[in-house]
């Protein structure tokens, strides 16, 4: 028997986020506690109806399959996945194949994948987000994934942006994923920030030391708020939200969109200065 934990985010109006206090910001947007052992942990939320979640077997095996809040024989019946081990080398079936996942490697699920069963000592971070077409299932490796790099030292946010589930390497209905990785020294992820208001977005950061932080900015662009945020929590981005944040040490983190379209470069950036 698997322990599933389903947890369900409502959307956020952006007039409403604006007169939230630190707890009610960080109940509606911050997940923590995702990475259970032996245990699958979900949050459903209705930005796009996108989900993260984390499941840890921890040398057993956990299978997730229905989940009531779709109301459908099986998750993936009519969604598509994304899934990234951040933990040690583990595995993932479905769909009738069995995929050997180390460390930092990405799966792609399609639609119609069936019961998802994860073993091993992997910590997997699970996306998903509805689908209207079965792409084929594929495993990405890190050498597979197309790197980008961004930024300069100079501004304190050398990176490099890994894309696994993007247009450049392989086709999905609604969701793009990937990871960014600072460089030592740096410390700030995307800047200038930007919205999207076409596409939601979710940041699992990890990677980090258990006292490190990120300090998180989220909020409309001339309304900031922030969330301090510790190792393997997520921040889930409105539609309406900058997502950007610096961090006390070394961290990645895994960035995963859905909504109208998969152009990375759909971003409307917002300059610093234009920034309250
Ligand atoms: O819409 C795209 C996302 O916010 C991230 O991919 C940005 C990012 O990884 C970075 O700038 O470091
Ligand atoms: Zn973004």
């Known amino acids: 028997?698997?322990?599933?934990?389903?947890?369900?985010?409502?959307?956020?109006?952006?007039?409403?986020?604006?007169?939230?206090?630190?707890?009610?910001?960080?109940?509606?947007?911050?997940?923590?506690?995702?990475?259970?052992?032996?245990?699958?942990?979900?949050?459903?939320?209705?930005?796009?109806?996108?989900?993260?979640?984390?499941?840890?077997?921890?040398?057993?095996?956990?299978?997730?399959?229905?989940?009531?809040?779709?109301?459908?024989?099986?998750?993936?019946?009519?969604?598509?996945?994304?899934?990234?081990?951040?933990?040690?080398?583990?595995?993932?079936?479905?769909?009738?194949?069995?995929?050997?996942?180390?460390?930092?490697?990405?799966?792609?699920?399609?639609?119609?994948?069936?019961?998802?069963?994860?073993?091993?000592?992997?910590?997997?971070?699970?996306?998903?987000?509805?689908?209207?077409?079965?792409?084929?299932?594929?495993?990405?490796?890190v050498e597979e994934a197309k790197k980008v790099e961004m930024g300069e030292a100079a501004t304190s946010n050398k990176r490099t942006i890994k894309m696994f589930i993007h247009p450049l390497v392989m086709e999905s209905c609604q969701l793009v994923m990937g990871y960014t990785s600072l460089e030592e020294g740096s410390v700030w992820n995307t800047i200038p920030a930007h919205v999207h208001d076409r596409r939601m977005e979710a940041y699992l950061y990890w990677g980090m030391a258990d006292e490190s932080r990120v300090i998180h900015f989220m909020g409309e662009p001339q309304e900031t708020r922030h969330l301090v945020v510790a190792n393997e929590q997520a921040v889930i981005s409105p539609t309406w939200s900058i997502h950007s944040g610096a961090g006390i040490g070394e961290y990645t983190f895994i960035w995963a969109m859905a909504g109208d379209n998969v152009d990375y470069t759909d971003m409307d950036f917002i300059q610093p200065a234009d920034m309250r």
């Not at 109806?49 to 809040?69: H, M, Q, S, W, Y």
């Not at 081990?85 to 180390?102: L, Q």
């Not at 930092?104 to 971070?125: E, I, K």
């Open 1 to 141: 028997m698997t322990t599933l934990d389903v947890e369900t985010r409502h959307a956020i109006h952006p007039d409403h986020a604006k007169a939230m206090d630190t707890q009610a910001l960080r109940d509606n947007f911050l997940a923590e506690g995702m990475f259970a052992e032996g245990e699958i942990r979900l949050v459903y939320t209705h930005y796009d109806r996108f989900t993260v979640g984390g499941a840890v077997p921890n040398g057993g095996k956990l299978t997730l399959g229905k989940v009531d809040e779709t109301r459908t024989e099986t998750f993936l019946e009519r969604r598509e996945m994304g899934i990234v081990n951040i933990g040690d080398a583990g595995t993932v079936e479905a769909g009738g194949e069995t995929y050997a996942m180390n460390k930092g490697d990405v799966l792609y699920l399609g639609m119609g994948s069936g019961a998802v069963t994860f073993s091993g000592q992997g910590r997997f971070y699970i996306t998903s987000c509805p689908a209207h077409k079965s792409y084929t299932s594929r495993l990405i490796t």
